[in-house]
């Protein structure tokens, strides 16, 4: 009798891919609850939308490719980008908007570079960024939290919203971080003074906070179950607090925030945990990964005081997957029986 | 417990799985039919077998003997008898087959005596390496390195540390874990013979995962009872144990766990003052040297859920693996792979007639829900898994990503070379990517690669050395060419001078003597008869080599040869038919003169003495009566020649060549001395004749009282020595084919050395007959023609033959003294007389219808040619 012949090792850890990726998808679990709570259901919509429109991209390029379908499509990381957008896009955002990000995200910022694992950019992020730049009007108009509406916009009233671009009226406001970005010359304390939302939230402003803290929740959960090392979150968040610090002087009307407002606001939290954690498009050693989240911290504060988005996270993000490549050259890690690591750069043994 | 843990990187924590073959107890398996051992069980050249099929064996003898020090031996595991050696399924990553001998085994059991010995500790290091590598002893522990090699380290690297590796990290395996518990005695005992062996390293640790609490107890239990004994060392054996992980067994990692060092990238663990042994290999050490035993057992784990039972067994080395399943109730059909090793980095055997080898630490027969066919890879999504598993500081997706691009420049930039194909990185894999498969495919390209670079390398250096070379020589050409343009003129001027004197004076010398010697060839039938068989016989020797030649010839010589041959076949004919006509014709004419001695008093009458011509005729007779000294005279001051040019060209000569060039020049040097002693023997034998002469000469030339009459009897008895002289001329012609040959065979390239050698070797024989045949003939010659002219062979001519001997010395020393154009001349000069020697040999040869024709003239011919190379220089 002839055996099957394999190549060590024969036993393999109970994980692989697809599990990764459900994971991911539970641990967005907490942050889309808050962002529902506090935002009403367009954010669940946004991500059906994105599913249908992510999947179905997907599933064509691969017919196109002459891939299988259902093998490449069981591995979930479509499911997750569509996730990620959905949760990143404005809620109740017209249904055009959800369908350029997921088809830039899909066919062109994974697809054409060669599908999963080869894309050099985060896929969600360059969708993002896609729309972002495209529909500047559409993208800035984020709904008021609960606490400062009557009452959240229904499911029918939110459908006819995205698809029609009637039915919700006066939901929108602008963010913590509008605000503070648009109130220069006043004080921090009496910008605080003058805006509800502001007011009504202890950490970031309403609602924003509670977003960030569900975010914050899923990541750690993703960090306990082993999924990505605390290196580029944690080096992020680092820097993105050393650069608040060092810009707020509590409270004069230069004051580029402050340290709550930046962390607890805006993408900060789904950033730091679901996105720059993304391991196909980030450096690749932990050291590179601390650089990398690091840089993405500085960035994200400097645009955001500096800049003219008000948010920038996915900015900061694609700018730093442009970086990783060579963040990734010289910071190959120490190898065993070696005085000192090697770049990469260097071809041969010296 | 004092020794510090130092962390091992990376590392993964897989299933430990080790309780299922701890259940049972050890036993020992029982003798198989067949048991079969492959020559290659360790790293190194395979073993080369000295017994043959039919031997009968006894367990413990050896069948096969360490081809080298980088080998082992290999020893029958039980008795019986050599059934075969031929290929056979062997325990390989690679599956294929490989040489084995196999023994049909007689179920006796019978053993050699095993010498042990009292006190291993007295005998010094030599022995004890000697011992162990004759032992057939290599790392038990999976690599199979000989031990003989690893505990011989380079002398300069001092040995401070001795580890004795009990981890055992693979999951299933607990055939190390079981020894620990069985024979802590001789764990210990054997590590400090080891230290012993490499001169009493400060510390001998003995590592042990935390996962082996019983082995742990086992060995501090036998320390300390041990310790009482007069163990040399065993005050500084450790027991350590560490927390339990994977790969925490390298050899590599755990030195780093033990002592925090690293070897070196590309380094041994000698290097850093580290020698690493396996337990088992430990207890296989002390066995074979107290004992005397060879490695024929080990204990093997036989694991997996297939089997009925599971457990560890002693299994003879060489039982195949299915008759070890079998002993554990193997259920084939469950069984999902054959594993030969542990499910981390054993590899998978496609046949279960692989045998059992010294390297064989489990068999590992899993189910299918054990262990599921490999998943489909998917694509990297680089999560880093893999570089915080790999224990050797790599990136592996990395590596992954440059495998695929085969790009081995950054692969090597990414230390692939330092990857031990542990399997962490696979193992943790999200995307089930089978990287160790990829990186050992590499490996194996990149060496490939530079195997292939390095063998063009030398031939572009061999060819640009080649190119320097040959541009040297032209330049120095160049240079001489000029400087001895006007000094050849020079030269030649005068060597045709001397070359006209020359050839005035000698001329009347060969004529009379070849008109001296037709008439005695005519006059006597028996030297004609002698010299018809001569003739005979030197045809059918040459018929003999060239149909020797012919044999060995392959393609176009074999054609040349064979037309060589028919040549040699007609001569012998013709030669043969000659004999026998002349036979017939003497039976008829002359039926009895063929003794010389009863034909030697008859003929003088053939001779008019009164004919002044007669008496030049005698004259010239005599005067060739001293050439056998005088001829090895010659030959002398030519070999004197020969060998300065030989020593030149030799000084000359490149590396290669060299060794043959100095051979020549020593051959020449020997026969210059063997030509000295002839030339000496030669005067020595003047004045014995002298007196023979006077005592028993029938007829004594001096007692003949007309000078004519006296003459012309000399003459005749120098006739008489005729075939004597041609002897020695043959032998000279074959002496300067010798040397021709000789220097054809220097110069001659590569492929044709060895023909032209044998070529070499056939003339020196066919000398060695002449010469053997020329003292026959003297001894013959002695009592039978004892007379010689007393004062003509005694006095003058022995002056004239040592006055030759000096002027030839003196020719060498000056010669040695000379310039390069100096040199030229008189090598031009040589050559003319040279030539004009054998112009003169070859006119007689044909006149006496000489069978050396062909040769002299050849031999002319070249040395002509050689003149006009050297004249044109
Ligand atoms: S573990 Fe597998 S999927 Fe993850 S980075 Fe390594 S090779 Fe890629
Ligand atoms: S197999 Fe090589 S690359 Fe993979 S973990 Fe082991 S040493 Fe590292």
């Not at chain 1, 709550?260 to 950033?271: C, R």
């Not at chain 2, 595991?77 to 050696?85: E, L, P």
């Not at chain 2, 001795?162 to 024979?183: F, H, K």
């Not at chain 2, 003495?609 to 056998?628: F, G, N, V, W």
Request: glycine content about 6%; charged content about 20%.
């Amino acid at each position: 009798m002839s055996f099957l012949r394999a190549s060590s090792p024969h036993a393999h850890a109970a994980n692989n891919t697809t599990k990764v990726m459900q994971t991911v998808l539970l641990a967005t679990l907490p942050g889309l609850l808050a962002l529902t709570v506090f935002f009403g259901p367009g954010s669940i919509i946004n991500i059906l939308l994105a599913l249908i429109f992510c999947l179905a991209g997907e599933a064509l390029v691969l017919r196109l490719r002459k891939r299988p379908l259902g093998f490449y499509l069981r591995d979930y990381s479509a499911a997750v980008t569509a996730v990620l957008l959905g949760l990143a896009l404005p809620p109740y955002c017209p249904w055009w908007v959800v369908m350029v990000a997921s088809v830039s995200a899909i066919i062109i910022a994974k697809q054409l570079y060669g599908g999963m694992g080869y894309n050099p950019f985060n896929p969600a992020m360059v969708g993002y960024v896609v729309v972002l730049i495209s529909f500047p009007l559409q993208m800035s108009q984020w709904p008021s939290p609960a606490s400062l509406l009557e009452s959240l916009p229904s499911i029918s009233a939110s459908i006819s919203q995205v698809f029609t671009g009637q039915g919700l009226d006066a939901y929108t406001s602008a963010t913590a971080l509008d605000i503070v970005k648009q109130n220069n010359s006043q004080l921090i304390s009496q910008v605080y003074a003058d805006s509800d939302l502001l007011r009504s939230g202890s950490l970031a402003g309403a609602g924003w906070e509670w977003v960030n803290l569900g975010f914050l929740m899923g990541g750690l959960y993703l960090l306990y179950k082993k999924v990505f090392t605390w290196h580029a979150p944690v080096a992020m968040l680092a820097s993105l607090s050393l650069f608040a610090l060092l810009g707020y002087d509590s409270g004069s009307s230069q004051s580029g925030g402050s340290l709550s407002l930046h962390l607890f606001s805006g993408a900060t939290m789904l950033g730091a945990f679901f996105i720059i954690t993304d391991p196909v498009s980030s450096a690749v050693s932990n050291k590179g990964r601390l650089i990398f989240g690091a840089a993405v911290g500085a960035l994200v504060y400097l645009i955001r005081v500096l800049g003219n988005y008000p948010d920038a996270v996915a900015f900061a993000v694609l700018l730093m997957n442009f970086a990783a490549p060579f963040i990734d050259y010289y910071t190959v890690p120490r190898s065993y029986g070696h005085a000192k690591p090697r770049k990469a750069t260097e071809k041969q043994e010296p | 417990m004092s020794q510090l843990i130092y962390p091992l990187r990376g590392g993964v924590h897989p299933p430990e799985n080790k309780q299922q073959s701890l259940q049972s107890p050890l036993r020992r398996l029982a003798i198989p039919g067949e048991l079969v051992f492959p020559l290659a069980q360790h790293i190194g050249a395979p073993a080369k077998a000295v017994v043959e099929i039919g031997d009968r064996v006894l367990a413990g003898q050896m069948i096969a003997e360490p081809n080298g020090p980088f080998s082992a031996a290999i020893h029958a595991s039980t008795s019986g008898t050599v059934s075969a050696i031929e290929a056979r399924p062997i325990p390989h990553a690679s599956g294929l087959w490989g040489d084995c001998i196999v023994v049909a085994a007689d179920g006796k059991d019978e053993s050699i005596d095993f010498v042990g010995c009292e006190n291993p500790f007295k005998i010094d290091h030599e022995s004890l390496i000697e011992k162990i590598r004759h032992a057939g002893i290599a790392g038990m522990g999976g690599a199979g390195f000989p031990s003989a090699v690893k505990l011989n380290p380079p002398p300069n690297n001092n040995i401070d540390t001795l580890i004795i590796n009990g981890t055992e990290c693979e999951p299933y395996i607990t055939a190390d874990d079981v020894l620990m518990q069985e024979r802590s005695e001789d764990i210990i005992r054997g590590c400090t013979l080891l230290a012993h062996i490499l001169n009493g390293p400060d510390r001998i640790l003995i590592g042990v995962e935390d996962n082996k609490p019983k082995a742990i107890a086992a060995l501090e239990q036998s320390l300390l009872k041990l310790a009482a004994e007069d163990l040399p060392g065993i005050d500084r054996v450790q027991v350590v144990s560490f927390p339990t992980k994977y790969p925490s067994g390298g050899e590599k990692q755990l030195i780093q766990i033990l002592t925090g060092k690293e070897v070196p990238s590309g380094g041994l663990p000698a290097h850093i003052g580290i020698v690493v042994q396996n337990v088992g290999t430990t207890v296989a050490i002390w066995e074979a040297i107290k004992h005397g035993k060879p490695l024929i057992e080990r204990i093997t784990t036989v694991v997996g859920e297939s089997l009925k039972e599971q457990g560890n067994a002693i299994v003879k080395l060489g039982s195949p693996s299915q008759f070890v399943l079998e002993q554990f109730g193997f259920q084939e059909k469950s069984c999902a792979r054959l594993i030969a090793g542990g499910p981390m980095m054993g590899f998978s055997l496609p046949d279960s007639r692989a045998p059992i080898v010294k390297t064989s630490n489990c068999l590992l027969v899993p189910s299918h829900q054990e262990m599921p066919d490999p998943a489909p890879a998917q694509a990297c999504i680089r999560c880093g898994h893999c570089a915080e598993a790999c224990p050797a500081g790599l990136l592996p997706q990395q590596l992954y990503w440059y495998a695929q691009a085969k790009e081995h420049d950054r692969l090597l930039a990414h230390n692939l070379m330092d990857c031990i194909e542990c399997g962490a990185c696979s193992f943790v894999c999200p995307s089930s990517i089978p990287l160790v498969q990829y990186y050992r495919a590499s490996k194996g390209e990149i060496r490939q690669a530079e195997i292939e670079k390095e063998k063009s390398d030398r031939s572009r250096q061999r060819f640009e050395f080649r190119q320097k070379r040959i541009e040297r020589a032209e330049a120095e050409k160049e240079a001489k060419r000029l400087a001895r343009k006007k000094a050849a003129e020079a030269a030649k001027a005068k060597a045709a001078a001397n070359a006209g004197a020359a050839k005035t004076a000698p001329a009347a010398d060969p004529v009379a003597a070849a008109m001296a010697r037709v008439q005695a060839q005519q006059s006597d039938p028996a030297e004609q008869l002698a010299k018809l068989e001569r003739a005979v016989n030197n045809a059918r020797n040459r018929l003999n080599s060239a149909e020797e030649k012919w044999q060995q010839a392959e393609g176009d010589q074999k054609a040349k040869l064979e037309s060589r041959f028919k040549q040699a076949q007609l001569r012998l004919q013709d030669a043969e038919s000659k004999l026998h006509d002349f036979k017939q014709q003497s039976a008829g004419q002359n039926p009895a003169p063929s003794n010389p001695t009863s034909a030697s008093p008859t003929t003088p009458l053939n001779i008019d003495s009164d004919d002044p011509i007669e008496r030049a005729k005698a004259k010239a007779q005599q005067r060739l009566s001293m050439s056998p000294l005088e001829k090895a005279e010659n030959n002398l001051s030519s070999l004197n020649d020969r060998l300065k040019k030989a020593q030149e060209k030799a000084s000359e000569a490149d590396d290669d060549k060299r060794a043959a060039m100095e051979a020549a020049v020593e051959k020449l040097k020997q026969k210059k001395t063997s030509l000295e002693k002839e030339i000496d023997e030669l005067k020595a034998q003047a004045p014995l004749k002298e007196n023979t002469a006077t005592a028993e000469t029938p007829v004594d030339p001096n007692s003949i009282d007309d000078p004519i009459e006296r003459a012309k009897a000399k003459a005749m008895q120098r006739l008489n020595m005729s075939p004597a002289e041609k002897l020695q001329n043959s032998l000279q012609a074959l002496q300067t084919r010798l040397a021709k040959a000789e220097e054809k065979a220097a110069s001659a390239d590569e492929d044709r050395r060895p023909a032209m050698q044998a070529a070499v070797e056939k003339l020196q024989e066919k000398i060695k007959t002449v010469e053997q045949e020329i003292t026959e003939f003297k001894a013959q010659e002695e009592p039978a023609k004892p007379a010689e002219s007393a004062n003509e062979s005694s006095g003058i001519p022995l002056d004239a033959a040592s006055a030759a001997i000096e002027k030839a010395k003196a020719k060498a020393a000056a010669q040695a003294q000379m310039s390069d154009s100096e040199k030229h001349a008189a090598q031009v000069e040589s050559l003319q007389q040279r030539i004009q020697k054998a112009q003169q040999r070859l006119d007689k040869a044909t006149e006496e219808g000489n069978d050396n024709v062909d040769a002299f003239r050849l031999g002319l011919e070249k040395l002509q040619a050689k003149l006009k190379e050297l004249e044109s220089e």
